[in-house]
């Protein structure tokens, strides 16, 4: 321990010393008057804006609320009456101490399915940006806390407040909590998104250490206020599909499935499990959009000002900075009965900065899924008008898909913005706007909204097996809510007689929510013919105790043919302890061995017993030589972790502090490297680049991060999308890499107990583990309990100083190839 502190010390010092940080704007850039070339854009009233949208053939885009019955809306949510929740991101982005932001309760009196009546249910709120109904009230999500609101003496406004929970970071108002979503487990699910947190109850006392959710997000149970980290943490927009797969959304990372529960790898914490996140985009994560609204004339400067070096930043695509996902949000399957049928399962995502919806289709590849585009050099849905802002999206009542447009003349980050533009926009300009759309069919005619608040036990059970997702969730809730003990029976039979899959799912997780699952249920469930099923049987058989019926009823389903259930089935065994437990994993395994996501849950499972499945893969003749090598590593890394953790006296340092070491970047430096960057632009008016010569290059100098051509490793951006970035974005890249870093691709330097000293850009951060990567293949997932110390100097993982290795000619013939109609 002390030769690790005392490495610490001197990768600190070393650090300090060399570490840099960008400057701010020129004083030249400071004193340049844009107002001539920046007006300002006018909005478009609510009526009106219905003709600048372009849709696909078939559907239709209906208006049901807008100004001035609300404003800045974030997030929807009905209660159980129909009566729809608007969550008012008012302070937005910049104004968040002014509490001005607030939760308003809109009724549509006469059923038209236009929204009518406005009540302001909670105010005096800072950023609000989820929510979700639950016991009358309302759970309102506005970091640092998690609220409850309720009206309890029926006036429409809310006149209970209570904090349920605090600690959700602040750090950035494009990365708090969002997309509050209601669980098949009978829980609240929540987005923690990029800032995380250290969450704790506020009656906890003030000493008492959080409990971090950083790359995680959080479940709690309603009626306990137990809260659970999950798997998931991209930036904001979270969904599940009908069967309770869940997918996230980043800005530049559009489609995520999340593959894993956090529980069942946080079981064993010697295990490196692979991200819980994965990119699924055919297209890549920052894929090509197809926007019909103009650019916006302060993008157009902006992007000059970078490209002269006059402003820090990111270089859009030459002048055009469009064409891509920058804004990418809001991700929702849709799972709704008013669209055909076909169209169930799709994949819709916003983009703020395009004002588009774009969607996907999702298509099985095993356990990991593909999301392909649908739509050809077009979307889904585009608006010529740009303050339309798709922020979140709903399932609704009605069986259609809402869209939440907070409907903003600006919905930059403010940090973006160069000082010398920023005077000259105002950020809280359409406050007081706001819209929410429907899409529909054509010819379609919305349903009557019956109360389910005050229907009987027995009809609320009847509609768990709904085509709609919205009347499935809500009886799921209210009976979850009722505790009625006169729902047991008709859920027990639900399970067995319900025609529908959903229903029969559903049905059992009913009465797990009510304590009442059994082991009758559970076995009928594992022979269910629906995979889907019998994969929720499996999972819920860990709450009502794998005991002998059970027991075998499971390892009957070894050789079962769906991979999704054997993949549950291996998290599951992992719960448990029996005799021959080890053999069951290894056959599992076995069936499997080439999907990474199965050994990965199979090597969580095995928990104490990986010298036993060491033995038995060794013995075992239905493994290759190559496949029981691949598993024995990963094994032996285990044993190994225990051992150190035993020899550091089982102490484990689950609280990591990532610490920044930033020094100044001097004028000298920023000016030089500008320099740089204006010497080959010039050049480059005057060359021809050579495609062929520009693709060894690339291969010589950039493969070790970047991929192309299905050539190279993806460590930094993926360069196939390099067409819509354009130009300037390579050379400035290249030339000056630490003008601005996307945080995503910092570089960390980590210090571990034994005294190593790593360093790269964390792609990872899991329950039990971070993973480093440097380049090429090269990167390191270490265990969290052999951890001492992160630090990070805020520059890139891009190496300075490739002037010395591509001259100006290489430069073009590189452009060439990558960007061939520059």
């Known amino acids: 321990m ?7 010390a001197v990768v600190e010092s070393i650090l300090s010393f060399a570490s840099v940080v960008i400057v701010s704007l020129t004083l030249h850039a400071q004193q340049v008057d844009y107002s001539d070339e920046l007006p300002r854009i006018a909005p478009t009233e609510p009526a009106a804006a219905l003709e600048t949208f372009d849709i696909v053939d078939g559907f239709q885009i209906q208006l049901v609320a807008s100004e001035p019955l609300l404003a800045s809306p974030v997030e929807i949510q009905w209660d159980a009456d129909g009566a729809m929740y608007v969550c008012e991101m008012r302070g937005y982005s910049e104004n968040r101490d002014d509490g001005i932001s607030r939760i308003a309760k809109l009724i549509d009196t006469n059923d038209d399915g236009v929204y009518d009546t406005r009540t302001e249910f909670a105010g005096g709120l800072s950023w609000p940006t989820g929510m979700f109904p639950y016991d009358g009230g309302l759970f309102v999500g506005d970091a640092p806390d998690l609220l409850y609101f309720k009206d309890t003496d029926g006036d429409g406004k809310a006149d209970l407040r209570q904090r ?15 997309s509050f979503r209601w669980g098949l487990d009978n829980r609240i699910h929540i987005a923690c998104s990029s800032v995380g947190g250290d969450i704790r109850h506020p009656h906890a006392p003030a000493e008492q250490a959080g409990f971090s959710i950083r790359g995680r997000d959080l479940a709690l149970n309603p009626r306990t206020y137990r809260f659970e980290p999950t798997s998931g943490a991209a930036q904001h927009g979270m969904s599940f599909d009908d069967w309770g797969r869940k997918f996230v959304s980043s800005n530049s990372d559009h489609i995520q499935q999340v593959m894993y529960e956090d529980r069942y790898v946080a079981g064993n914490p010697f295990a490196a499990a692979p991200a819980a996140r994965v990119s699924i985009a055919a297209d890549g994560p920052q894929a090509e959009v197809f926007r019909t609204s103009p650019v916006e004339p302060w993008r157009i400067v902006r992007t000059r000002l970078r490209v002269s070096g006059q402003a820090k930043g990111p270089i859009e695509g030459g002048g055009r900075a469009a064409g891509y996902f920058t804004g990418a949000t809001g991700v929702t399957i849709y799972r709704g009965d008013a669209w055909p049928a076909s169209w169930k399962g799709f994949a819709f995502v916003g983009d703020v900065g395009g004002n588009l919806i774009h969607r996907k289709q999702l298509e099985s590849n095993g356990l990991e899924w593909i999301a392909r585009r649908i739509d050809v050099d077009h979307e889904f ?12 999206f709903a399932n609704a009542p009605d069986g259609s898909l809402h869209v939440i447009d907070m409907y903003r003349e600006v919905i930059e980050h403010p940090l973006s913005l160069p000082t010398e533009i920023k005077r000259h926009l105002d950020l809280t300009s359409g406050r007081n706007r706001g819209r929410i759309y429907r899409i ?6 919305p349903r009557s909204q019956a109360s389910l608040r005050k229907m009987p036990t027995t009809e609320l059970v009847s509609l768990l097996g709904h085509e709609n997702a919205w009347h499935r969730e809500t009886a799921a809730r209210l009976l979850f809510e009722r505790q009625d003990p006169n729902a047991v029976g008709p859920q027990r039979d639900m399970t067995i007689g319900s025609q529908s899959p959903l229903g029969r799912m559903h049905a059992m997780y009913a009465l797990d929510g009510l304590e009442q699952l059994d082991e009758s249920t559970i076995l009928a469930a594992l ?11 499996v999972r819920l058989s860990e709450n009502v105790g794998i005991r002998d019926d059970v027991l075998g009823g499971l390892i009957g389903l070894l050789d079962d043919p769906s991979l999704e259930v054997r993949y549950q089935l291996a998290f599951t065994l992992g719960t448990t302890s029996y005799a021959g437990r080890a053999a069951d994993l290894v056959k599992l395994l076995a069936k499997d061995s080439n999907d990474r996501w199965m050994r990965a849950a199979v090597l969580t499972a095995i928990g104490a017993e990986a010298t036993e499945m060491l033995r038995l893969i060794e013995t075992d003749p239905t493994f290759s030589e190559k496949d029981a090598e691949s598993i024995r590593k990963p094994l032996l890394e285990q044993l190994a972790a225990r051992q150190r953790f035993a020899a550091n006296g089982g102490e484990d340092p689950t609280r990591i502090v990532i610490k920044s070491v930033l020094a100044n970047r001097s004028d000298a430096d920023q000016t030089r490297h500008q320099g740089i960057v204006n010497r080959y632009r010039e050049a480059l008016n005057e060359l021809q680049g050579v495609p062929d010569n520009g693709k060894q290059i690339f291969r010589q100098q950039c493969s070790v991060c970047h991929r192309v051509d299905g050539h190279g490793y993806e460590l930094g951006p993926n360069l196939a999308a390099i067409q819509a970035r354009g130009v300037e974005t ?14 995503q691709y910092l570089n960390y330097t980590l210090v571990t107990l034994d005294g190593r000293i790593l360093s790269g850009m964390i792609v990872d951060e899991g329950t039990t583990t971070l993973t480093l990567r440097r380049g090429e293949k090269q990167s390191e997932t270490v265990l969290r309990t052999d951890i001492e110390q992160i630090i990070h100097t805020g520059r890139s993982l891009m190496p300075d100083g490739f002037d010395e290795l591509i001259d100006p000619q290489a430069m073009a013939d590189l452009l060439a190839y990558l960007v061939p109609d520059r």
């Open 2 to 8: 002390i030769r690790s502190q005392w490495n610490f």
């Open 730 to 743: 390579v050379i400035t890249a290249v030339l000056d890499p630490n003008r601005e870093v996307n945080p």
């Open 440 to 445: 529909v069919p054509i010819g379609f005619k």
């Open 381 to 392: 849905v585009t608006s010529r008008d740009t303050w339309f802002r798709p922020a979140q």
């Open 527 to 537: 022979r269910d013919q629906h995979p889907q099923v019998r994969r929720h049987a």
């Open 164 to 178: 349920v929970l605090t600690g959700f970071g602040t750090s950035n108002v494009q990365g708090l909590l969002n």
